[in-house]
């Protein structure tokens, strides 16, 4: 759980301070403008994309060492994050590479449904609204996929990794 919270005060403090330097540097009415540069308000998006790519790569590693935790939990076990941890240090790139794999058929099926839709909306097409009246049931048809590979894919990395998560008593 402290994790889980880490993670997201990461991804806070990213936003805030991307947001800080937008403020900064963009604000028309800031005196701050005066004193940089214009070569200074091309480095915003640049920088917050170092922010995002930073913050994104520190939460996809700290929850895809925190994965098998949900399989664990799913069986009946207890909550142990130390365990968890342990079982998944060395894997962190398999697991991920392996769960990537696994769901990217599943995501570009759900990208071609949601793009369908996104179409059928914005031109207002006869021939695409009535892939409109299948948008829910496509977007739940997708979702059931996901979780048809997913749970799977999770049940076979417990199995494989979580040697320390299965040995340990129960507290």
Do not use: K
Not at 80 to 89: L, M, N, S, V
Not at 125 to 147: H, K, R, V
Not at 149 to 159: Q, T
């Amino acid at each position: 759980m402290l994790a889980l919270v880490l993670v997201g005060l990461a991804m806070a403090l990213t936003m805030v301070l991307y947001l800080g330097l937008t403020i900064l540097l963009a604000h028309p009415l800031t005196t701050a403008t005066t004193q940089f540069p214009v070569e200074a308000r091309i480095l915003i998006p640049i920088v917050g994309a170092a922010f995002v790519l930073i913050g994104a790569g520190i939460s996809c590693f700290v929850l895809t060492r925190l994965s098998l935790l949900h399989t664990h939990v799913a069986i009946g076990g207890t909550l142990r994050i130390r365990e968890g941890w342990t079982d998944t240090r060395g894997h962190c790139w398999s697991i991920w590479s392996i769960q990537f794999c696994a769901g990217l058929p599943t995501f570009a099926a759900s990208t071609v449904v949601a793009a369908s839709d996104l179409a059928s909306r914005h031109h207002g097409l006869a021939s695409l609204n009535t892939l409109n009246a299948f948008g829910a049931p496509a977007t739940a048809l997708s979702a059931f996929g996901a979780l048809y590979v997913g749970a799977p894919c999770s049940a076979w990395l417990y199995r494989r990794y979580a040697n320390a998560l299965r040995a340990s008593p129960a507290r």
